[in-house]
């Protein structure tokens, strides 16, 4: 029998429904074969109907429709309110108001007043009720306001720390979304890895049912193959269920339908390999995060102390009256007057405040120094994770080619009656694993590479290749 090279998932799927065996199969390239399992089994989990989805488009809507990022963007503009409120320390406070009237007072009775035609030439008069309506303008300038000034800077430093935690939580969005979108190329693989066992357990069970009804074997051959099938098809039920488990992620992440099926059209490409020399490093964001909230931290201490420095105002204020003729003729008027406010004594609560904002500046400066020897420690596992990965995935795939090999010539013996139903078993189990493995390390050695990048302080996407930046 001629051996056919498979170079596309459709001629695979047509292969195994023709009933050939596995042992039959022989590829030119493991690139080859990766390529068609994950296209096989893009083809087998889910219908045609299914919505396609490049890693381009879920990096894309992730932007958008993440609740992680949503929650960091809130919390950044909820900053940059504060900041934006924290401006009323120099700015004036500009206020109309108008009231409308109606007063009587002793002032207003027996009013006395003279008049010579009259008898006695000396009367009283009565002025009051009076009705009318008071409208005024009112102007508050801060002159000299320390507290509030030092209480902008300490909101503007904690806005623009909010800004780069946004910038770090976008980035680590990236990686995740890569996590998940391949994590479903990679419970595919094992899906298919899980169906060619199940294949291949089935011809087992074929072969020893046709050497036992020959004579051949036992019993107890067609005993451990039909436990093997059956074995093989409980891995299948159970990958089927991890590759929905990993659609629902992906599903959840970007905010889509979790009943409508979703097709991942990009496949998972090979992970670009360590690089030679150490990234130049640059400033993390979450770094930067944290050094800003120090900074706004310290300004909190320096707004405390300056509560004891006395509020110096402008006031001024535009009046005018509208009624009766006693209140119109004299009610109009205007003021200009400085305002000097100074508490001398709060009891202890400004020496409580500086203690709380000198203490949290002592926790921020922790947190800076916690922070970074986090991130020393993340770059330096980082690289080693790429390196381990890589070499591990070279190492898989030879592995996985020689348990083709294996499995291929387990199957001849036992088919010329040469070999044991043992060896059998023990090989596809075998190659099952490998190629799992092979696929399992290449995912590990692609997000390694975006994570060291990450870690460095660069784009994650920096990790992929070129065709997928």
């Known amino acids: 029998m ?67 990022l949503q929650r960091l963007q ?8 504060t900041y934006t409120r924290s401006a009323q320390a120099y700015l004036p406070r500009i206020s109309a108001e108008s009231t409308w009237i109606r007063a009587d007072a002793d002032a207003l009775e027996h009013i006395p007043s003279l008049n010579l035609r009259a008898t006695p030439p000396v009367t009283t008069s009565d002025y009051g009720p009076i009705e009318g309506i008071v409208s005024g303008i009112n102007i508050l300038q801060p002159l000299i306001h320390m507290e509030g000034w030092m209480g902008r800077a300490q909101a ?76 093989a098809q409980a891995r299948v039920y159970g990958a089927e269920a991890e590759v929905h488990k990993a659609k629902n992620e992906l599903a959840s992440l970007l905010g889509l339908n979790p009943t409508e099926a979703i097709m991942v059209t990009t496949p998972l490409p090979h992970p670009l390999p360590p690089t030679e020399y150490p990234l130049p490093q640059q400033q993390r964001a979450d770094i930067a995060a944290r050094e800003l909230m120090a900074e706004s931290a310290s300004a909190g201490v320096d707004k405390a102390r300056a509560r004891i420095i006395p509020k110096v105002n402008l006031l001024a204020r535009q009046q005018w009256v509208n009624g009766d003729a006693a209140l119109e003729d004299n009610g109009d008027a ?96 075998e190659l099952f694993q490998r190629q799992v493995d092979a696929s399992r390390y290449q995912y590990h050695a692609l997000l ?19 065709k997928l930046r």
Not at 165 to 171: D, I, K, S
Request: with cysteine; glycine share 6%; net charge positive.
């Open 2 to 68: 001629s051996h056919p090279t498979l170079h596309n998932p459709a001629a695979i799927l047509a292969y195994i429904k023709a009933g050939f065996p596995l042992r039959h199969f022989r590829f030119q390239h493991w690139t080859g074969i990766l390529l068609c399992t994950l296209g096989l089994t893009a083809l087998l989990t889910f219908p045609l109907h299914a919505q396609e989805l490049s890693l381009s488009a879920a990096l894309e809507r992730a932007s958008t429709q993440a609740t992680e």
């Open 74 to 81: 809130q919390q950044q503009q909820l900053a940059q309110a």
């Open 156 to 231: 503007g430093a904690a806005a623009r720390a909010r800004a780069a935690t946004t910038e770090w939580g976008a980035q680590m969005l990236i990686l995740k979304t890569a996590q998940v979108y391949f994590g479903v190329h990679i419970q595919g693989a094992v899906l298919h890895a899980a169906q060619q066992a199940l294949s291949a357990a089935r011809q087992a069970l074929e072969s020893a049912r046709a050497n036992y009804s020959e004579g051949l074997v036992s019993k107890l051959d067609v005993s451990r193959a039909r436990a093997e099938a059956h074995r």
């Open 334 to 429: 205007w003021l200009v007057g400085v305002n000097l406010e100074w508490y001398l004594f709060e009891g202890l609560n400004r020496r409580g405040e500086i203690a709380e904002a000198k203490a949290q500046a002592e926790l921020a400066r922790v947190e800076i120094t916690e922070k970074k020897r986090a991130a020393g420690a993340q770059q330096h596992n980082s690289l080693n994770d790429w390196v381990a990965s890589w070499k591990a995935w070279e190492a898989s795939r030879t592995a996985a080619e020689s348990a083709v090999t294996a499995a291929d010539l387990a199957a001849r013996r036992y088919t010329e009656g040469l070999g044991n139903l043992t060896d059998v078993l023990h090989t596809r189990a």
């Open 448 to 466: 390694a590479g975006m994570s060291y990048y990450l870690h460095h302080g660069y784009n994650p996407v920096q990790g992929l290749p070129p």
